[in-house]
């Protein structure tokens, strides 16, 4: 199975505060995701990308940036953070008209 | 825009019966419908899929039925253990140009001994 890997694992920011969540996976996959996991909405998209130097706005974008500088490493930014963004947040990576394989997933609170 | 609605938010079954687990979609054109369990406090973990070029797929005790017309599809758990007790998610392919996947809000599942 794929390897995908996130740091850190829990995060504790302050509201106005930067925050970078890191996503590396190790079989040169050329999509990669970034995902949020709240109660009642199962995973929503935020970014995603198709390969190094892409990234595409998923289905909730706002307040989020990503960066992929290389087909191993997708980050997810957030330059602001509100406690709105307080979540768990999942990198998955796959290949076009395959599966995607998940992360362990990072919670982050925002206080 | 697109939806994966799951129909059940919760499920009990005893051991050793049968689960199934329904969801709805909306783009015709998806054409890939994976299925994820997440045990608690864990991430999601792929378990099963089907495409659109079949109704129906096996794998051990998980079978997955696809019926495009009603744009539905199910997963069904025979024989089912305490440790099959997890979220289960339902997710179907996104046909907006880019490979996306379109997730269900998940089904907590609970086998009871």
């Known amino acids: 199975e794929a390897a995908v890997t996130q740091s850190p694992r829990n995060k504790v920011a302050v509201t106005g505060g930067k925050v970078t969540l890191s996503c590396n996976q190790t079989?040169?996959?050329?999509?990669m995701y970034w995902y949020r996991q709240d109660t009642g909405h199962g995973l929503r998209l935020i970014h995603y990308s198709y390969g190094a130097g892409s990234t595409e706005k998923g289905d909730i974008p706002d307040g989020y940036k990503a960066s992929r500088p290389s087909q191993e490493n997708f980050s997810l930014i957030l330059e602001l953070a509100t406690p709105s963004q307080t979540s768990v947040y999942f990198c998955?990576?796959?290949?076009?008209?395959?599966?995607?394989?998940f992360g362990p997933g990072t919670r982050l609170l925002v206080l | 825009g697109e939806k994966v609605e799951q129909h059940e938010s919760t499920l009990s079954v005893r051991e050793g019966d049968s689960a199934v687990i329904n969801c709805t979609y909306t783009?015709?054109?998806?054409?890939?419908f994976p299925w994820y369990k997440q045990e608690a406090g864990k991430s999601l973990h792929f378990v099963i899929d089907i495409r659109s070029n079949v109704d129906r797929k096996q794998s051990q005790r998980l079978i997955v039925l696809l019926d495009k017309k009603a744009k539905r599809f199910s997963l069904h758990i025979t024989a089912t253990q305490p440790e099959d007790s997890a979220i289960y998610f339902c997710a179907a392919s996104r046909t907006s140009g880019s490979w996306q996947l379109i997730f269900g809000s998940g089904t907590q599942l609970t086998v009871m001994p």
């Open positions: 783009d015709t054109a998806s054409s890939y």
């Open positions: 998955a990576s796959g290949d076009q008209g395959d599966t995607q394989y």
């Open positions: 079989n040169n996959h050329n999509n």
